[in-house]
């Protein structure tokens, strides 16, 4: 959800005659989802193109209905592109991560190409479409790609931690341990009130054999969050450690 927040925030593009409307258009939609599903409705009707469509895409993500709103924001794409409004990657990006938020790894795969493929997309949301692609990628198996959209993630959208907490996962399951542990040092100062970072950071040094270092991140994971799937998992790492 947070890319598609960080997305919305640069799609409507230069001042036109539809950006007013456009803007209430979007803000209808954060605030009263299902009374932005109406206004957008409308506005599509009435010729609102892909502002219009883009709108309901965001409107549907604010109810967590991403099937529906990946539908909308791959619609306001393919307009856009018969436009040929550059507009139209980074709606192919938001499509991309209303995929991946249903489960649906293929679709998120094919929409984020497109949006990578237009080569319009630069700085955050580039790296955001980086480290979509990387987890659509992961998904399906494909670690060496993941690692590439990973390697653009964490430079394109340096500020994220989860560039970079996803990376230094990817780098653990690799094998890459000095490069899982550079990146979980970076994620550990920038969130490391996260449970799911510790549980990370302690999975990362018990694969380094660090004992302590994994026990006291799994103990920091439960204290942060007790009843997270995080704090789960590292209960259950935990108990190798019992009878000591």
């Given amino acids: 959800m947070l890319t598609l927040l960080l997305l919305a925030q640069?799609?409507?593009?230069?001042?036109?005659?539809?950006?007013?409307?456009?803007?209430?258009c979007v803000e209808t939609a954060t605030g009263d989802p299902q009374a932005g599903?109406?206004?957008?409705?409308?506005?599509?009707?009435?010729?609102?193109?892909?502002?219009?469509?883009?709108?309901?895409?965001?409107?549907?993500?604010?109810q967590a209905r991403w099937l529906s709103a990946a539908g909308?924001?791959?619609?306001a794409a393919r307009a856009a592109e018969a436009a040929r409004d550059v507009r139209a990657a980074k709606y192919w990006a938001?499509?991309?991560?209303?995929?991946?938020?249903?489960?649906?790894?293929?679709?998120?795969?094919?929409?984020?190409?497109a949006a990578l493929a237009a080569g319009s997309l630069t700085g955050l949301e580039l790296g955001e479409a980086h480290?979509?692609?990387?987890?659509?990628?992961?998904?399906?198996?494909?670690?060496?790609?993941a690692r590439t959209d990973l390697d653009r993630a964490v430079v394109d959208a340096a500020?994220?931690?989860?560039?970079?907490?996803?990376s230094a996962t990817l780098a653990r399951r690799m094998g890459d341990i000095p490069l899982a542990q550079r990146h979980i040092a970076r994620v550990l100062d920038m969130a490391g009130d996260d449970a799911s970072v510790q549980l990370e950071a302690g999975n990362i040094?018990?694969?380094?054999?660090?004992?302590?270092?994994?026990?006291?991140?799994?103990?920091k994971a439960v204290q942060l969050a007790p009843g997270s799937p995080a704090a789960a998992a590292a209960r259950t790492a935990l108990r190798q450690f019992e009878g000591e």
């Fill in 10 to 24: 640069a799609v409507a593009g230069p001042p036109s005659p539809d950006r007013e409307r456009w803007e209430v």
């Fill in 94 to 113: 938001q499509a991309g991560n209303s995929w991946l938020a249903s489960g649906s790894f293929v679709q998120a795969r094919a929409a984020l190409d």
């Fill in 37 to 62: 599903i109406a206004e957008a409705e409308r506005w599509r009707v009435a010729g609102g193109g892909f502002l219009a469509q883009q709108c309901l895409g965001m409107a549907y993500a604010r």
């Fill in 205 to 219: 040094a018990a694969t380094a054999r660090d004992e302590a270092a994994a026990r006291a991140a799994w103990e």
């Fill in 72 to 75: 909308a924001f791959e619609a």
């Fill in 131 to 145: 480290l979509d692609r990387a987890r659509a990628r992961v998904a399906a198996g494909d670690l060496a790609g």
């Fill in 159 to 166: 500020a994220d931690p989860m560039a970079w907490l996803l």
